[in-house]
């Protein structure tokens, strides 16, 4: 079965670092792309970036540039997401989701992360 | 950057079809995704490219795409149905992923 498990729900301070992760199983892990998509309470999909775990090739979204890091670890089947210094309004819902090619379907996602940022 | 435009909400009687459109300039020219997200669940793809459905989602569910218009057709609607629904498409070559802004859909 092909599954992506992320990390569990985070409560963090302003300034704070955190880092977030997605386990993929069941599907060769170099092959597929993986996105990262926000949710903030109430709102819609946000697409954040994109990695390609075989050679670590990564796209961001013009709106998250600079504010977060993808990362993949091949040994483990595992891709990350980073932020540096946290903010309130990164308070969301983060997903992970698998793509195999251009303009292809999100055909897995991962079960979420909700993440607080809350003084 | 390229932008989808979907109805904010929609409400269809148990029974009845569901129309959901997503709008964008010459939608026609992409493939369009649509994601079905149930009450505190993740996405989960019920449309890819246009109209292909994937394993496991009712025959219920089809898809349109023309003009500037992709259109997502709920048929025989269930109250398991009552979700937010997201269009997608890929923009600047392929490389940048838009969603629509979703459209909740109540089951009366």
């Known amino acids: 079965e092909v599954l992506l498990v992320q990390s569990g729900a985070e409560v963090k301070k302003p300034g704070e670092s955190l880092k977030i992760s997605c386990k993929a199983s069941g599907y060769i892990f170099t092959k597929f792309w993986i996105g990262w998509v926000r949710q903030m309470p109430g709102k819609g999909l946000e697409w954040m970036g994109i990695?390609?775990?075989?050679?670590?090739?990564?796209i961001y979204s013009p709106s998250f540039q600079g504010q977060v890091t993808l990362s993949a670890d091949k040994s483990i089947t595992t891709a990350y997401l980073q932020w540096s210094s946290l903010k309130a309004s990164d308070t969301a819902m983060y997903y992970c989701?698998?793509?195999?090619?251009?303009?292809?379907?999100?055909?897995?996602w991962g079960q979420g992360t909700m993440v607080t940022v809350s003084s | 950057s390229y932008v989808l435009t979907q109805p904010p909400s929609l409400s269809v009687a148990p029974g009845g079809t569901a129309r959901i459109a997503c709008e964008g300039h010459n939608i026609a020219t992409k493939s369009v995704h649509w994601y079905q997200q149930r009450p505190g669940q993740a996405p989960v793809v019920v449309i890819s490219?246009?109209?292909d459905r994937p394993s496991g989602i009712p025959e219920r569910f089809s898809g349109s795409n023309s003009g500037n218009t992709a259109t997502l057709t709920i048929s025989r609607v269930e109250a398991g149905d009552e979700a937010d629904y997201y269009c997608q498409v890929w923009d600047n070559g392929g490389v940048h992923p838009v969603f629509g802004g979703g459209t909740k859909l109540t089951v009366l």
């Open positions: 490219y246009d109209s």
């Open positions: 989701a698998r793509h195999e090619d251009n303009e292809d379907a999100f055909d897995i």
């Open positions: 990695i390609y775990p075989g050679d670590s090739d990564t």
